[in-house]
């Protein structure tokens, strides 16, 4: 070991030197499918010291979709849990100069529906993240992350894998336990964490759960469908600390959120403000003209945080508009001093006897009802109205459909957004991401 390396820094070194050793070179791709840990951190910064792509597989992908996203990869190198990590003459440093714009990260996104895509990001969008991600979330050298999100997701690589870059201490988590995490909060002392709702909720639901085993934490960032007003303010006071909202996405990580000295109660209303350089606008999905302010449209974002595109060139064509601007597909809203309120996906929006209704609104509604820990609301096909208004809720006690339009009155929320058929869970299917699957919601409707 070199006077004054780490352990950490001697095994990054010998990943690269095994690499270089198995012939790959700047611009290959390194694929692997690891739970998190110091092995997947390590094969992160081996494989960008040799100026080649990191391209990370969810540890639970099935091996149909591993073996379809190796096709689309062709990496140089894979490594599993069965497979050792290659290892040779330490390499402490890149050769020469990594070319900034040259592709770093290929991640797959996340999605409900359809083949998922492959996200590419370069150098120099990950140096401006791993530079601004601390400020961002208002952390310093007494802070410690834990991180239970893959880190083969956007979250898991920016809140693990450049945190850890930066000098902060992560405490990386193999797979999500909600009693193994109060174990490590309380003795890891974990200031700060990132994840989906249903991580929290199952965490504050956990056998021997006491506030006192939480005491450490001081903010908690999420994102993601089911972020609503109830449930930030809920956990604030479960957790005793900051929960606030964050927006941001597979192809345009955290562009906003809120810091400890913004208002809790504006930050719990909406999804933040920008960060760093990141443009945001609203255009109306179908003219494609600016929307005016808190008028709801597509969200558009621009800024060096972007990935650079897919590896479909032509979903690269359809996700960009003239001028630099990715088109998220998401539903938006921006106050006129820039705080950002996402109310649902385009795709979301229910469509009932000619009305438009956003998923969001309804579920912001129904889980501001003390009964309902978490709620999903998708259209389910009607002959004669085209969709009705279906609420998928997770509820300790029965919540029938009269209980339910008799809240929605109360709240006076028009008529035609109330739910027509709801259907009470113990939980909520989720895709690996930790979002919820609204297919397989959609996939349980029947006649009834």
């Given amino acids: 070991m070199l006077a004054g390396t780490s352990p950490v820094e001697e095994e990054v070194a010998a990943i690269a030197g095994g690499l270089l050793a198995a012939g790959v070179g700047p611009g290959a ?8 840990g110091w092995p997947a951190v390590a094969l992160f910064r081996a494989t960008w010291r040799i100026g080649a792509v990191a391209a990370p597989i969810h540890h639970r992908a099935g091996p149909a979709d591993v073996d379809a996203l190796r096709d689309r990869l062709q990496p140089a190198v894979f490594v599993t849990t069965e497979q050792d990590i290659p290892t040779g003459l330490p390499l402490h440093a890149a050769r020469g100069p990594i070319d900034p714009a040259s592709v770093a990260v290929a991640l797959g996104t996340s999605g409900s529906t359809g083949t998922p895509k492959v996200a590419l990001h370069t150098h120099r969008a990950l140096v401006h993240k791993a530079r601004t991600m601390a400020v961002v979330h208002d952390l310093g050298p007494d802070d410690t992350v834990l991180m239970p999100a893959p ?5 898991g690589l920016l809140n693990g894998v450049l945190l850890a870059l930066t000098g902060l201490r992560v405490v990386p988590m193999g797979r999500w336990d909600p009693v193994l995490a109060l174990e490590l909060i309380e003795r890891e002392r974990i200031t700060f964490m990132v994840g989906p709702p249903s991580f929290f909720v199952s965490l504050t639901g956990a056998a021997g759960f006491d506030p006192l085993a939480v005491r450490s934490l001081r903010q908690i960032s999420c994102g993601g469908a089911g972020v609503t ?11 005793g600390c900051r929960v606030k909202r964050t927006y941001g ?5 955290s562009v906003t959120t809120s810091t400890l000295d ?4 504006r930050a719990a209303r909406t999804d933040g403000r920008p960060v760093g350089e990141v443009e945001l606008r609203t255009v109306d999905p179908v003219s494609g003209t600016a929307t005016a302010a808190s008028e709801a449209g597509e ?3 621009r800024g060096p945080e972007l990935f650079a595109g897919y590896d479909d060139p032509a979903a690269t064509a359809a996700a960009f508009a003239d001028g630099g601007w990715f088109r998220t597909g998401d539903l938006a809203t921006i106050d006129a001093d820039g705080w950002l309120t996402i109310v649902g996906r385009i795709k979301d929006v229910i469509i009932r006897g000619g009305e438009n209704i956003a998923a969001t609104e309804i579920e912001n509604v129904l889980e501001a009802h003390a009964a309902i820990h978490q709620a999903v609301v998708v259209g389910e096909p009607d ?11 997770v509820s300790a006690q029965p919540f029938s459909l009269a209980e339910c339009r008799a809240w929605f009155a109360d709240q006076g929320i028009t008529p035609f957004k109330w739910p027509e058929r709801v259907e009470t869970l113990t939980e909520l299917p989720q ?3 930790g979002k919820p699957d609204r297919a397989a919601l959609r996939g349980r409707l029947s006649p009834g």
């Fill in 431 to 433: 895709l690996s991401s």
């Fill in 249 to 253: 996405s597979t192809e345009a990580p």
């Fill in 29 to 36: 791709t390194v694929s692997w499918q690891l739970a998190n």
């Fill in 299 to 301: 969200l558009w974002v």
């Fill in 383 to 393: 002959e004669r109205l085209g969709e009705r208004v279906c609420a998928f809720v």
């Fill in 151 to 155: 880190m083969a997701h956007i979250s």
């Fill in 262 to 265: 913004d208002p809790a109660e």
């Fill in 229 to 239: 007003p109830s449930f930030v303010r809920s956990m604030s006071a479960t957790l």
